[in-house]
C-alpha cells in the first residue's frame, strides 16, 4: 500500500488550538505551533482519532468520503484519509475539521502515488532499468507537484522491497534484486518527493514500504510469510530502508508478511528496536491496508482488542482502515494495558509530519482548483516521461543488426494486442492515469516513420485469452510486410499486488503466434511488455531482436519508436536477473558459492540436470547500438588498512559508429570471511556518454563501508576482516574484468555507517 498526507488541513488546526483568535481572525501572522500545548489539550478520544485513517471510494461524482465521515471529522475521531483526491474534495473535508471540529486540527489526505499521478511515469522496476537516478528524482518530483495539485499530502511510495522471485506479482513496484542499487534508487525518489519549499505547497511525504522482507514471499506469493535469515534480512533487505530513512522519509509502512514467525504489524523487535532505536528512525509508521486487523488471522491476536495493543507496542502510529485505534484502544488506555505515554508519542509523529508539511500555517495550501488545472500533465511532464522511457528500455538481443529499422522502410507489420493497449501501458498502481493520455506502441510507431510507410495492425492474440482466431490475419500481414514488431507479454493487471503467477511464459496463444509468425521467414523485432521477468528461451534462439520495455507510462509509444528507429541508443541495463524456465526462481546475481559450486565436469555440484544454472540475461545485463571497450582495472593500491581508502580507475571507450550511454558497474567480493560472502557485490555504477571513438577515464572509491560485513546476525556490529578482495569492473554483472588487492588488517567499525551510495551522499535531505 501506499500513503499520501493532505498539505492544507493542518495549518488552521495549531492556530485555533493555540491561541484566542478563530480561524477566521486577520492575524498578520499565524503563531508557532507548540505540539505539546495542543496534546496537552486532547482528549483520549481525540488522541487515538489522529492516529485512525479513515478511506474514501469513488462514485460516479467522482472521489467521496465514507459515509459517516463528516460526523467522525468534527468529533476529532479521523486523522487522516486513504484514496481522496482533488481540490474540492479535500477543501471541503478540510474545512470540516478545522472549522467545525473542537481542536480545528488539519487532515493529512494519502494516496498511491507509485510512478505518477496524472503523468504516468516508467513503472519502477522500468525506471531501474535506466540505472539513473537523477531521473528518478526528476520523476519523483513531477508526481509530488502534480499529486499536492490534486491535495494530496502523503503518498505510500517508494516501494522498496528487494525482490529476487519473478513469481511474485510486486516486482513491478521496486527497484529490483540488489539492495545497493535499491538503496539509490529509494534515496533519490524519497528526495524527489519531498524536496521543494513548505510554503509553495509542493512537497508531499514520502514512505517507504513494506518493512520488511515482503519480497522474499515463499513461492511468491503475495502476502505469504517470508523466512529470512537474519543476517540475510540486514545485509540484502534492509540497506534500500536504511538509504530512505538517510535521505529523511517521512514514514514507514510494514508489511503483510511475518518474519521468524512474528508478523510485522506486531513485530516490535523490528519495528521498535531495529526501525526506531537501532536506525534511529523518528518518523510515521503506517500499517498497510488492514493490516492490524489481520493480526487475528495471522493467529497472534484473539481478537480487535488484542490486535491493537500489539500494534500499539510494536510503535505503529497510524491505522489503517482498520477502525480499532479509534475504538478498542480507548479501554485498553483506560484499563492500563497500553500506557498512555505510547499513545502520545504516535500522536506527537503525527502531528509532527502535519506541521512538516506547514498545514498548521495554511491548511488549504494544497486544495488550489487552478493549481491543480495548470500542474498536471503539461508538455514539459510529457517531454520527461518520453525521455524515461526510452532510458527504461533494455535491449536483450539484436543480432544481425537488425536494430535500429529505417524510418523508410516500405512497409511495418505491428502484431499483438499490446501494442494498442493504452491502459496496460500505464502499468500496475498508474495514479489518476487516464488511458485516453497515452501515446501507446502503434501510433508512437506509426509517428515515426516517413509518410510513405504502410503501417499495418494485426492483433494476432491477447495475452489473457487463448484464441487463436486472429493468427491468419497476422500471418498475412506479416508476409506482406518488411518487418514484423510483435508487441508481446503482460496485460498491467497480470503484475502488482495479488499478482503472482505460476509460470514466467507468454500468456495466453502468444506464444503461439510468435512461432508462427517465425515462420513466414520476415525480420521479427518482438517488443515486451511485462512487470516481471519473463522466461524467454525460445524467443532468445529464435527472434532476432528483443526490446524489453516494460510499461512506460503515457509515453510508452514515442519511447519505443525511438529506441526502434534509432533516435536513441539504449542504454537500460537489468535490475534484476531473467531465468531460463520458471524452475530457476529465485536466482540472482549475488549467489553465494556453497561447497560444491556448479560445474559441467562434475555433476555432485549445484547445478540441474535439465538446464543450465546459469540465467538466460543476468543482472546488469544490455545490449547498445554500438560496442564499449573497457581497459583492465588499475587500483590505488594492492595493500591497505581496514579504514583505508581505495581508488580503482578504468579507461571506457566508444568503439563503435554510434554515440551512446554506458553503465559501467562495479562489483565487489570478499574472498573469504568468517561468513560465507556472495559471488560479488554491487558497489558502484556509473552512467557514461560517449561519441564515437571517445574514450574516458572513469574512477570509483571504495571504503570501509564496501569491506565491511556485519558481526553480528542482529545488524548492529560492523567490522572489516584481513584479506583479500577481488574488484570487477564491466558492462554487466557477468561481462567483468577483475583486479585484487589486500587489507592488512581487522577493525571494528562505528555505528552502521551509510546505506546510501556514495555518489548521492552529497544531496540535501530535505
Known amino acids: 500500500m501506499l500513503l499520501s498526507i493532505s498539505r492544507s488541513a493542518c495549518a488552521g488546526l495549531v492556530l485555533c488550538a493555540l491561541t484566542c483568535f478563530s480561524v477566521h481572525a486577520q492575524a498578520p501572522k499565524p503563531a508557532p505551533v507548540s505540539i505539546d500545548a495542543l496534546l496537552a489539550r486532547m482528549t483520549l478520544e481525540e488522541k487515538l482519532g489522529q492516529l485512525a485513517q479513515w478511506s474514501g471510494g469513488v462514485t460516479l461524482t467522482g472521489p467521496e468520503a465514507a459515509a459517516g465521515s463528516e460526523k467522525e471529522i468534527r468529533a476529532g475521531r479521523v486523522g487522516s484519509f486513504l484514496g481522496l483526491w482533488g481540490a474540492d474534495t479535500t477543501r471541503r473535508l478540510q474545512k470540516v475539521a478545522v472549522d467545525e471540529s473542537r481542536l480545528h486540527i488539519p487532515l493529512l489526505f494519502s494516496f498511491d502515488v507509485i510512478h505518477g499521478l496524472r503523468t504516468v511515469f516508467p513503472v519502477p522496476l522500468a525506471e531501474a532499468a535506466s540505472w539513473n537516478t537523477d531521473m528518478a528524482y526528476q520523476t519523483a518530483r513531477v508526481a509530488a507537484l502534480e499529486a499536492s495539485a490534486y491535495g494530496i499530502h502523503w503518498t505510500y511510495a517508494p516501494m522498496v522491497d528487494i525482490a529476487r522471485d519473478a513469481r511474485w506479482g510486486r516486482v513491478v513496484e521496486g527497484s529490483g534484486e540488489d539492495p545497493y542499487l535499491g538503496a539509490a534508487f529509494a534515496a533519490a525518489r524519497v528526495r524527489g518527493f519531498q524536496s521543494g519549499e513548505v510554503a509553495d505547497g509542493t512537497r508531499i511525504l514520502a514512505t517507504a514500504k513494506h518493512f520488511i522482507g515482503y519480497g522474499a514471499a515463499e513461492s511468491g506469493r503475495d502476502y505469504n510469510i517470508a523466512e529470512i535469515p537474519e543476517r540475510t534480512l540486514h545485509e540484502v533487505y534492509a540497506p534500500p530502508f536504511r538509504a530512505a530513512i538517510e535521505a529523511g522519509v517521512a514514514s514507514v509502512m510494514t508489511s503483510f508478511n511475518e518474519v521468524a514467525g512474528v508478523p510485522l504489524h506486531a513485530n516490535a523487535d523490528l519495528v521498535r528496536d531495529t526501525l526506531r532505536k537501532s536506525w534511529g528512525f523518528g518518523g510515521v509508521v503506517v500499517s498497510d491496508y488492514t493490516g492490524i486487523k489481520e493480526l487475528m488471522v495471522h493467529g497472534v491476536a484473539a481478537d480487535r482488542t488484542r490486535a491493537g495493543e500489539l500494534a500499539m507496542r510494536a510503535t505503529i502510529d497510524v491505522d489503517m482502515i482498520s477502525a480499532i485505534y479509534g475504538s478498542e484502544m480507548i479501554d485498553s488506555v483506560k ?6 505515554s505510547l499513545v502520545d508519542a504516535a500522536v506527537r509523529r503525527v502531528l509532527k509530519a502535519k506541521q512538516q508539511l506547514g498545514l498548521f500555517e495554511d491548511p488549504y495550501r494544497f486544495c488550489d482548483t487552478e493549481r491543480e488545472r495548470a500542474r498536471v500533465l503539461t508538455p514539459e511532464s510529457r517531454a520527461l516521461a518520453r525521455t524515461a522511457a526510452r532510458e527504461s528500455i533494455v535491449l536483450l538481443r539484436n543480432e544481425g543488426n537488425v536494430l535500429p529499422l529505417s524510418k523508410s522502410v516500405k512497409s511495418v507489420a505491428v502484431v499483438g494486442a499490446l501494442a494498442k493497449d493504452n491502459r496496460s501501458s500505464l502499468g ?23 509518410q510513405e510507410t504502410k503501417v499495418v495492425y494485426a492483433q494476432g492474440a491477447a495475452p489473457t485469452s487463448a484464441d487463436r482466431s486472429g493468427f491468419d490475419e497476422a500471418e498475412r500481414a506479416a508476409r506482406e510486410a518488411d518487418v514484423v514488431i510483435a508487441v508481446l507479454g503482460e496485460t498491467a493487471d497480470m503484475s502488482g499486488e495479488a499478482r503472482t503467477r505460476t509460470s514466467l511464459i507468454l500468456p495466453g496463444a502468444q506464444q503461439a503466434l510468435l512461432e508462427r509468425l517465425h515462420k513466414t521467414g520476415k525480420p521479427i523485432v518482438v517488443v515486451l511488455m511485462n512487470g516481471r521477468p519473463l522466461a524467454l528461451g525460445w524467443m532468445d534462439k529464435h527472434i532476432p531482436a528483443i526490446v524489453e520495455s516494460f510499461f512506460l507510462g503515457v509515453e510508452m509509444g514515442p519511447g519505443v519508436a525511438d529506441v526502434l528507429f534509432g533516435d536513441y541508443n539504449p542504454s537500460g541495463k537489468l535490475p534484476i536477473t531473467f531465468p531460463r524456465n520458471i524452475g530457476q526462481t529465485p536466482i540472482y546475481y549475488a549467489q553465494k558459492r556453497t561447497g560444491r559450486p556448479p560445474s559441467l565436469q562434475d555433476p555432485y555440484t549445484s547445478r540441474y540436470i535439465d538446464v543450465s544454472w546459469t ?31 581505495l581508488t580503482v580507475s578504468i579507461n571506457v571507450k566508444n568503439a563503435g559508429e554510434r554515440a551512446g550511454t554506458e553503465v559501467v558497474q562495479l562489483y565487489l567480493r570478499d574472498d573469504v570471511g568468517s561468513t560465507t560472502r556472495p559471488v560479488k557485490q554491487l558497489r558502484g555504477f556509473q552512467r557514461v556518454q560517449l561519441q564515437p571513438g571517445e574514450s574516458r577515464d572513469l574512477t570509483f572509491t571504495l571504503d570501509q563501508d564496501d569491506f565491511g560485513l556485519f558481526a553480528d546476525t542482529r545488524g548492529r556490529e560492523r567490522v572489516v576482516e584481513a584479506g583479500t578482495f577481488t574488484v570487477m569492473i564491466g558492462g554487466s554483472s557477468e561481462a567483468v574484468q577483475s583486479a585484487s588487492f589486500e587489507v592488512t588488517g581487522s577493525a571494528k567499525l562505528q555505528g552502521l555507517g551509510s546505506a546510501i551510495p556514495r555518489e548521492l551522499r552529497s544531496q540535501p535531505k530535505k
Open 428 to 450: 500496475s498502481w498508474n495514479g489518476l492515469g487516464i488511458p485516453d493520455d497515452v501515446v501507446n506502441v502503434f501510433d508512437g510507431i506509426r509517428a515515426a516513420v516517413s
Open 335 to 340: 484499563r492500563g494495558t497500553i500506557p498512555l
Open 615 to 645: 540465467p538466460l540475461y543476468p543482472f546488469g545485463y544490455g545490449l547498445s547500438y554500438t560496442q564499449f571497450q573497457y581497459s583492465a582495472p588499475q587500483l590505488s593500491a594492492t595493500k591497505l588498512a581496514p579504514q583505508g581508502r
